[in-house]
């Protein structure tokens, strides 16, 4: 039988890099059970045992750094330079993950309870089996680790299904692995189209899916996984805001703006789409961002429109900004496929459809408001809730809007800054998915919490699961938890 194959393709010089095969539901179905048998090894090996080669992996792929980033560039269009950071964020959590799975995972004793004294209450964190992990072309390093190296270090085996439009880097990530897990196919990675992930959501021997990618996909993948009960991570879409309180430092702030909004593209699910300016500072910020924004270009500072269907949704989203906002930079002309030029529109309304709706490319709209409480309240009447970003002086000010902002993660007089902390848990809330990748709750997310409550000695005159219990057990009960709950606290 023919293998079907399918090419990625540089997306600034249309060059190919590299044919991959379209795997089939067989091989799909061969690689899950492969992995069901190196997931049982793997689990075997413990915490100290999986710390220790993911620690190698670590190394491996840190060696390789150049080359990956390389190839990162080549499948994605992104500056080399760009590529090397996303592989150094990628690096910083696979060490974490590594170095805290035994602790937040491993065997501990927790308090049994006063009705429980003659209990001894133990509870571990123990792994799934095999992962899915479908991820995006945007970050195809950072973005699919996010939930590898977790699920890895929780004792998982996992199967990678990376987008079609950067097959090359999953299947060399895989590849490197084996450099420091020779022995089972802990991590392998299958290639193909859309229907090549949802050959691996509708595995009932794949535990849970962690998918990453565009909301309208993931509930194609919920349904696929609904088949089997398969619980599933989803890391969707933003449409992040970047608010600018009075006391903000403005040069501070567009220069953070720029670099949120224009990075890769704006092909970033926490990239800054929206900016809300208080009144008080909305013209000096404008200069200051129209000023650094002048010297930035497409081509130069960021890379092309990885997939070409993208510059359509940009193309339409830059005329409905501009036919009832203002174009402060840029317009329907700064589509140059695949590049797209920084576009700035203020006061696009706030039921539009480039203010509603995830763009994905290099445009900002940005809006004047009365004060800070209306930027947020803006900042928060979106479908989308993942991250968002607070520029203010004033700690105690900043740090109350950023935690009244309805999203997962925000930074505060920084950018993305929380990606960068392996110790935070990464995910959204709305149409932007549910379940965390990263830090402990990212940990945790691929195990099932097994709790074991075990009796040490018999209570005398308190053998309440029995039925052999008579009314003065009961009797001593009720007295007992009225002792220890009855009384009104002031
Ligand atoms: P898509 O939703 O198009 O694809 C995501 C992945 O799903 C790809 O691997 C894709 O494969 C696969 N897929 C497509 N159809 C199916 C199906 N029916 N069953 C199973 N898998 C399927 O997203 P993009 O790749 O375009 O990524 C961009 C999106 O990702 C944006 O919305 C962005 O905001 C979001 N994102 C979210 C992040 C987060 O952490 N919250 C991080 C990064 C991106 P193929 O490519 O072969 O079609």
Redesign the pocket.
């Known amino acids: 039988m023919t293998t079907l194959t399918f090419e990625s393709l540089n997306p600034a010089t249309g060059q190919v890099i590299g044919s991959h095969p379209k795997q089939s539901a067989q091989a799909v179905h061969e690689a899950v059970g492969r992995a069901e048998t190196a997931a049982a090894w793997w689990d075997r090996l413990g915490h100290a045992g999986r710390r220790r080669r993911l620690l190698d992996y670590k190394a491996v792929v840190t060696r390789h750094l150049r080359e990956l980033a390389e190839l990162v560039h080549q499948e994605t269009g992104k500056p080399v330079a760009d590529a090397s950071l996303e592989l150094v964020l990628a690096i910083t959590h696979l060490d974490w993950a590594a170095r805290n799975a035994p602790k937040v995972l491993g065997r501990r004793r927790v308090s049994s309870g006063m009705l429980g004294v003659n209990l001894a209450a133990t509870l571990e964190y123990l792994p799934l089996g095999v992962v899915g992990v479908?991820?995006?072309?945007?970050?195809p390093v950072?973005?699919p680790m996010?939930s590898i190296a977790y699920a890895l270090a929780a004792g998982n085996a996992v199967v990678f299904?990376?987008?079609?439009?950067?097959?090359g880097i999953g299947v060399r990530l895989a590849e490197l692995f084996t450099e420091s897990v020779p022995e089972h196919p802990v991590f392998q990675t299958v290639t193909?189209?859309?229907?090549?992930?949802?050959?691996?959501?509708r595995d009932p021997r794949v535990k849970k899916?962690a998918?990453?990618?565009?909301?309208?996909?993931?509930k194609?993948?919920m349904a696929?996984c609904a088949e089997n009960l398969t619980p599933m991570v989803?890391?969707?879409?933003?449409k992040d805001a970047f608010i600018v309180d009075a006391d903000a430092d403005l040069k501070a702030a567009a220069d953070a703006c720029l670099w949120g909004a224009l990075s890769n593209a704006g092909?970033?699910?926490?990239?800054v789409e929206r900016v809300y300016v208080v009144d008080a500072v909305y013209a000096p910020f404008m200069r200051e961002l129209s000023e650094r924004a002048a010297s930035i270009r497409a081509g130069e500072h960021y890379g092309p429109i990885t997939?070409p269907g993208?510059l359509d949704i940009i193309r339409r989203h830059i005329d409905d900004a501009t036919a009832s906002g203002k174009a402060i930079m840029g317009g329907t002309d700064s589509v140059r496929a695949p590049f797209v030029d920084p576009v700035i529109v203020e006061d696009v309304p706030e039921d539009s459809p480039s203010v509603r709706e995830?763009t994905?490319g290099p445009t900002i709209t940005v809006r004047r408001t009365r004060d800070a409480q209306e930027a947020l309240e803006l900042a928060n009447a979106s479908a989308y809730g993942?991250a968002g970003t607070v520029f203010a002086r004033d700690a105690r000010r900043a740090m109350e809007l950023a935690r009244a902002m309805r999203s997962g993660m925000t930074a505060v007089n920084s950018v993305i800054s929380f990606a960068g902390v392996p110790a935070l848990p990464?995910?959204?809330v709305g149409d932007?998915?549910f379940g965390r990748?990263h830090g402990a709750d990212g940990l945790r997310e691929f195990t099932r919490p097994k709790a074991i409550s075990r009796q040490r000695f018999a209570l005398p005159g308190m053998n309440l699961t029995s039925f052999t219990r008579g009314p003065e057990e009961l009797e001593r009960l009720i007295k007992l938890v009225t002792f220890l709950h009855g009384r009104r606290k002031r």
């Not at 193909?192 to 959501?201: D, P």
């Not at 989803?234 to 933003?238: F, R, S, V």
Request: charged share 10%; glycine share 20%.
């Open positions: 479908i991820g995006p072309w945007n970050y950072f973005t996010g299904k990376p987008s079609e439009l950067t097959p193909g189209l859309g229907e090549t992930g949802a050959f691996l959501a899916i998918f990453t990618g565009s909301t309208a996909t993931a194609r993948v696929a989803a890391e969707c879409g933003g092909q970033t699910c926490v990239g997939m993208q995830e994905f993942l990464f995910g959204g932007s998915g990748i």
